[in-house]
């Protein structure tokens, strides 16, 4: 079965929703030729309710809204990823992972471009561990 994954949703024109919605029209009862899953921003869930996309979303199967990580979960997080990279060590102190926490307000991709660009100063600056200081210029140079 394909899976189409239509990303950035929320941008999409009226006229582009309502056309996916005629493409369930098509025997839709009788067999399920494709999986379509529509990704995008919190307000896409807004104007699926509205009336002229009500057809579409009267055929969507399942809805998911991911919320943001609480602030345990993002140190897991970020521990697990490194770990997947081969770290041995911790490389983010105590007080770098509270700031990253403090600043991604728990979303995952926040969360990684944030520990990312960190990674790639305390590089530059040659640190052992990647403090709130290295944060702290990550964010900035991110300008979040």
């Excluded at 403090?102 to 305390?122: C, H, M």
């Amino acid at each position: 079965t394909p899976v189409f994954i239509l990303d950035e949703m929320h941008l999409a024109k009226d006229a582009f929703l309502q056309d996916i919605a005629l493409l369930f029209n098509f025997q839709m009862d009788s067999t399920n030729p494709f999986i379509l899953i529509l990704a995008g921003l919190p307000h896409l869930k807004t104007r699926l309710t509205m009336n002229h996309h009500r057809p579409l979303s009267q055929r969507l199967i399942m809805k998911y809204e991911i919320q943001p990580l609480p602030k345990e979960e993002i140190v897991s997080y970020i521990n697990h990823h490194l770990k997947i990279a081969g770290a041995k060590m911790p490389i983010f102190t105590e007080s770098a992972l509270e700031a990253i926490a403090l600043r991604s307000q728990g979303w995952p991709r926040v969360i990684n471009k944030i520990t990312i660009n960190s990674l790639l100063f305390g590089f530059q600056l040659k640190k052992e561990q990647i403090d709130e200081e290295v944060v702290r210029l990550a964010i900035e140079d991110i300008g979040i």
